[in-house]
């Protein structure tokens, strides 16, 4: 591995990769450099990446320069489900805020990227991408006592619902009466810039709808939720939302 201080070969890679990318042009001597790795050790992972497919051209004029040629896309990036969630959210949010969205061709790129992934994590990307629906902004009364969200609340609502977890939520009403519900999250809806959390409500026995700016704390039962046809939530909903 030559003097690399990387943790491991595919960290190196994907480095390198990010740097292919990043310029139109560089040296062998420039990349090891970058890498801190000793030249013996780049020119080995370049003839790796060409037996893998990759396009690397050489440029023998120009200092031994070495190129990624070509509309090399995310197909080689290694993303988790979770990563790969949130590149497709930031697409659907662009193509929500967007006037003319079929001129961005946001969602001709979602699927390219959805199909990019190996088949077992596709499958479970496409299960959280039907469980995301977006909307419209915000209205204004809505605007006017939202409030921002916790990183720790948000952070837990992320990891729950990707978990597909039951919580134990303290919930602040729009009277900032103070509740306490157990709750399976089936759907996160977002009219930007406002989150909301679908599901089973316990305490009703019934669908409730609650605003994540307004949970004051958020806990994990430790018990996989209860699923439930996914029509009983959505017929009110289908209209005025849509999946990632």
């Known amino acids: ?130 469980r995301i629906l977006i909307g419209k902004l915000a209205s204004g009364e809505v605007l006017n006592n939202f409030r921002r969200v916790s990183g720790d609340v948000w952070d837990k609502v992320v990891l729950t619902f990707f978990e597909s977890k039951k919580i134990n939520i303290e919930y602040i009403d729009e009277k900032n009466k103070i509740t306490f519900r157990e709750f399976d999250p089936h759907f996160l809806l977002l009219n930007w810039p406002v989150w909301y959390l679908l599901g089973w409500d316990y305490l009703r026995n019934d669908v409730r709808v609650f605003r994540v700016d307004r949970i004051k704390k958020i806990t994990s039962a430790n018990v996989v939720m209860v699923r439930r046809p996914r029509s009983i939530f959505l017929e009110t909903y289908k209209e005025y939302f849509k999946n990632i």
Request: glycine share 8%; proline share 2%; aromatic share 4%.
């Open 1 to 130: 591995m030559g003097k690399s201080n990387l943790k491991t070969k595919n960290d190196r890679t994907s480095r390198l990769l990010g740097l292919l990318r990043s310029e139109d042009h560089w040296t062998t001597h420039q990349l090891a450099t970058e890498l801190d790795i000793s030249h013996r050790t780049i020119m080995r992972d370049i003839q790796e990446l060409k037996e893998a497919g990759y396009p690397l051209e050489a440029d023998r004029g120009r200092g031994g320069g070495i190129r990624l040629n070509g509309r090399w896309g995310i197909e080689k990036l290694n993303l988790t489900n979770q990563e790969a969630i949130s590149l497709l959210l930031s697409l659907s949010v662009t193509e929500a805020l967007t006037m003319k969205s079929n001129d961005f061709g946001s969602r001709e790129l979602k699927q390219k990227i959805a199909n990019a992934f190996p088949e077992s994590q596709r499958e479970m990307i496409n299960n959280l991408r039907k």
